[in-house]
């Protein structure tokens, strides 16, 4: 009888991930999906590297996923020399990986990146295993787009020329965004029964909808009276704080009770530099540091969600995740355009406004429009239903479990078409 779909019994998955184990991005972007293959039927073992030995695990992350019937397996990160460090680690992924995969009888390797991707080839060519290629964007392209490689250096070229063995040795590929299909695969209908677009999903039961912002919160905030605009996580490389912050000087020019909340862990200062250099006043904006798990309570007092991410030719691989905790809650979003499916998702959808251009003419532009756009009573429905239907974690374990029932029935090997320059 053929297995169902959604049924992994039999599923004995290595999952490697080059991150810790207690970061963020396991905790939102691997753990839920490890947690809703596991229901369908699949066992795993999850491989991480530590930048620090393992604490004790009372109750923490380890214990949680070991009671879902999860094994875990670390190993410790290096970070320099950069290409010699990744190389060892490579190493040493791929040999332990090849001695769980005869000892637990693994018929899967899941690799989440490039460095894990490089393992999962060797365990293959070691004890043929086939492995999925969860690509999370163009790894060589974002350093050179970060400023710290060039295109003509040898880590870029090593990097692409691995990237190109990969994706012609993987037996299944996930990339985040339709965008960048066909400029991996141009030649067309050959790459679609071996490719799956998963965006960076939300586990919608940790961030509820609301119909109109919580005003309770905002007054023990002292923001009662005021339109929040509101922008999590991180400010760093692909991110763009001097024109998010002239942006809200401009929509606070427009309107005095426009307030940004910027919910950050380590930036403060730098923050506060900017925005004066902005010219964004001091009682116009406010940085408060939030654990995780409360983050989306201070979601919910917000008009709208920003994301400004830098456009650029690597960018077009990715997928934010604070898009979806936005529109979850029910934010619209403001963002920059030509950032992976974003523009795709918000116009198609009606759920924000997108900036393409940095003056401060473009910029009240753009607020003239959301403005205009925010009284429509149906905006925050939307924005959840978009969410539900695009970036919910479900919907994305259920690709992924497709992608599993595929490689289990052994489907024959696909012709791969080659890259052209990043340019294209």
Not at 161 to 178: G, M, Q, Y
Not at 188 to 198: L, S
Not at 296 to 314: D, I, R
Request: aromatic share 8%.
């Amino acid at each position: 009888m053929t297995p169902r779909p959604d049924d992994l019994a039999g599923v004995r998955c290595l999952y490697i991930s080059y991150n810790a184990l207690e970061s963020a991005l396991v905790r939102s972007q691997v753990v839920p999906y490890l947690f809703g293959l596991r229901e369908r039927g699949a066992q795993f073992s999850l491989l991480t590297f530590e930048p620090q030995p393992p604490r004790a695990d009372d109750g923490g992350p380890r214990a949680r996923l070991l009671a879902e019937g999860i094994r875990t397996v670390s190993v410790r990160y290096h970070q320099r020399p950069t290409l010699a460090a990744t190389g060892y680690d490579i190493a040493v992924g791929a040999t332990v990986g090849a001695w769980l995969a005869r000892r637990q009888g693994i018929n899967l390797v899941h690799a989440r990146g490039y460095p894990p991707a490089a393992m999962a080839l060797l365990i293959k060519r070691t004890v043929r295993v086939p492995f999925v290629f969860d690509m999370r964007g163009l790894m060589a392209d974002e350093y050179v787009d970060a400023g710290r490689w060039t295109r003509q250096g040898l880590p870029y070229r090593l990097t692409k020329r691995a990237e190109r063995l990969l994706l012609r040795s993987a037996d299944a590929t996930v990339v985040l965004t339709n965008r960048i299909r066909p400029i991996l695969w141009p030649a067309g209908a050959d790459r679609e029964a071996a490719v799956t677009t998963i965006p960076c999903g939300v586990d919608l039961a940790q961030f509820p909808f609301r119909e109109r912002p919580d005003t309770l919160m905002a007054t023990r905030l002292g923001l009662g009276n005021k339109r929040i605009l509101v922008s999590s996580g991180s400010l760093g490389t692909w991110y763009l704080p001097d024109e998010m912050l002239r942006f809200v000087r401009t929509a606070h020019a427009a309107d005095s009770r426009v307030h940004l909340l910027i919910l950050n862990q380590g930036e403060h200062h730098l923050i506060r530099e900017r925005a004066a250099t902005a010219g964004l006043p001091t009682d116009a904006f406010t940085v408060l540091a939030v654990p995780p798990s409360q983050v989306p309570s201070y979601l919910a007092v917000a008009e709208a969600g920003l994301c400004f991410v830098k456009p650029a030719f690597s960018k077009l691989a990715s997928s934010p995740i604070k898009l979806g905790e936005y529109l979850a809650t029910g934010l619209p979003v403001i963002a920059t355009a030509g950032v992976g499916d974003v523009d795709e998702m918000i116009q198609g959808n009606r759920v924000g406004t997108l900036i393409s251009q940095f003056s401060d003419e473009d910029f009240r532009a753009t607020w003239s429009r959301f403005d205009a756009a925010s009284i429509d009573p149906s905006l925050r429905p939307r924005c959840r239903a978009t969410a539900e239907s695009l970036l919910d974690v479900a919907a994305g374990v259920a690709r992924y479990a497709a992608v599993y029932a595929r490689l289990r029935s052994g489907p024959p090997r696909r012709p791969w078409a080659g890259s052209p320059p990043p340019s294209a």
